[in-house]
T-cell receptor, first 113, second 115 residues
Framework: AQSVTQPDIHITVSEGASLELRCNYS??????LFWYVQSPGQGLQLLLK??????LVQGIKGFEAEFKRSQSSFNLRKPSVHWSDAAEYFC???????????FGAGTRLTVKP | GAVVSQHPSWVICKSGTSVKIECRSL??????MFWYRQFPKQSLMLMAT?????????EQGVEKDKFLINHASLTLSTLTVTSAHPEDSSFYIC???????????FGPGTRLLVL
């Protein structure tokens, strides 16, 4: 079945530590891939996206993600987390001719001082 | 960058009344907009796809007579929750697709509380 999986429901990291949020997808072809961040009570903000080309993409706020076709993964990374990064992170894929969006369940990030 | 607004951000209403939520793309035209519902600590659930000048496409299980969608222009879609009941209380988020970059941009959401 087609799906987007974020295996980690909740992750806690210390401020200044590195971060990796996992995302795996299951679709027939390589979909368009996105990472969004949602602060409490807010809408979603686009962090970065991958359509084609260089498999390592840079986004806003110091985030990057790497597309690995062999693993059907699109993991989000940040070398040094700031307290303001605490939020909910959603991986999403765009599929089909109309690029319909399908979201993962989300990963909640807590940042310890 | 692409900006999407929603109005109102908060609404409290009595059971049985109807509530209209507006979604606007401020700096681009969107032939397609989307309406999502989000329950606390859960992901977004797509309710319907709103197409300018035509009928919306509803996801399975979403009542089209309950959630009326109108996409009358390239920058505005509205969601009307008709005869709202407490179980309709939720966080409603819209998005607009900027076709040229194949990307959805999201509004800030509308929190609906039905008493």
């Amino acid at each position: 079945a087609q799906s987007v999986t974020q295996p980690d429901i909740h992750i806690t990291v210390s401020e200044g530590a590195s971060l990796e949020l996992r995302c795996n997808y299951s679709y027939g072809a390589t979909p368009y891939l996105f990472w969004y961040v949602q602060s409490p009570g807010q809408g979603l903000q686009l962090l970065l996206k991958y359509f084609s080309g260089d498999t390592l993409v840079q986004g806003i706020k110091g985030f990057e993600a790497e597309f690995k076709r062999s693993q059907s993964s699109f993991n989000l990374r940040k070398p040094s987390v700031h307290w303001s990064d605490a939020a909910e992170y959603f991986c999403a894929v765009g599929v089909g001719r109309n690029n319909d969006m399908r979201f993962g369940a989300g990963t909640r990030l807590t940042v310890k001082p | 960058g692409a900006v999407v607004s929603q109005h109102p951000s908060w609404v409290i209403c009595k059971s049985g009344t109807s509530v209209k939520i507006e979604c606007r793309s401020l700096d681009f035209q969107a032939t397609t907009m989307f309406w999502y519902r989000q329950f606390p600590k859960q992901s977004l659930m797509l309710m319907a796809t709103s197409n300018e000048g035509s009928k919306a496409t509803y996801e399975q299980g979403v009542e089209k007579d309950k959630f009326l969608i109108n996409h009358a222009s390239l920058t505005l879609s509205t969601l009307t929750v008709t005869s709202a009941h407490p179980e309709d209380s939720s966080f409603y988020i819209c998005s607009a697709r900027e076709t040229s970059v194949k990307t959805q941009y999201f509004g800030p959401g509308t929190r609906l509380l039905v008493l």
